[in-house]
Nanobody, 120 residues
Framework: QVQLVESGGGLVQPGGSLRLSCTAA????????IGWYRQAPGNERAGIAC????????YYVDSVKGRFSISRDNAKNTVYLQMNSLQPEDTAVYYC?????????????WGQGTQVTVSS
């Protein structure tokens, strides 16, 4: 069974940094596309960054490009989201997700989320 566990959230002042971790069990991170999503109160959950199983290519939405960086550590089976120059609008619950394909079915596997609050 696939399990993703996020950690690293917290309270940070504007302009600060955080690094989120997404540790996987039941899948190997370099064999999967892994995405980071976030959901602010009253908003829908939206993808912000992804790392591909194909050569580790990375993709970002415009709102985080240049500030956030997604990476993976295969030895730790973990995907990271380094977040710099954080702003209050980055406040949200952050989730990681992968799509699991078995012989019989395909489904999304989400972590439980980690809260990031940017406030002075």
């Amino acid at each position: 069974q696939v399990q993703l566990v996020e950690s690293g959230g917290g309270l940070v002042q504007p302009g600060g940094s955080l690094r989120l971790s997404c540790t996987a069990a039941g899948v190997t991170v370099d064999d999967e596309h892994i995405g980071w999503y976030r959901q602010a109160p009253g908003n829908e959950r939206a993808g912000i960054a992804c790392i591909s199983r194909i050569e580790g290519r990375t993709y970002y939405v415009d709102s985080v490009k240049g500030r956030f960086s997604i990476s993976r550590d295969n030895a730790k089976n973990t995907v990271y989201l380094q977040m710099n120059s954080l702003q209050p609008e980055d406040t949200a619950v952050y989730y990681c997700k992968t799509v699991v394909r078995t012989l019989y079915t395909t489904y999304e596997s989400w972590g439980q989320g980690t809260q990031v609050t940017v406030s002075s």
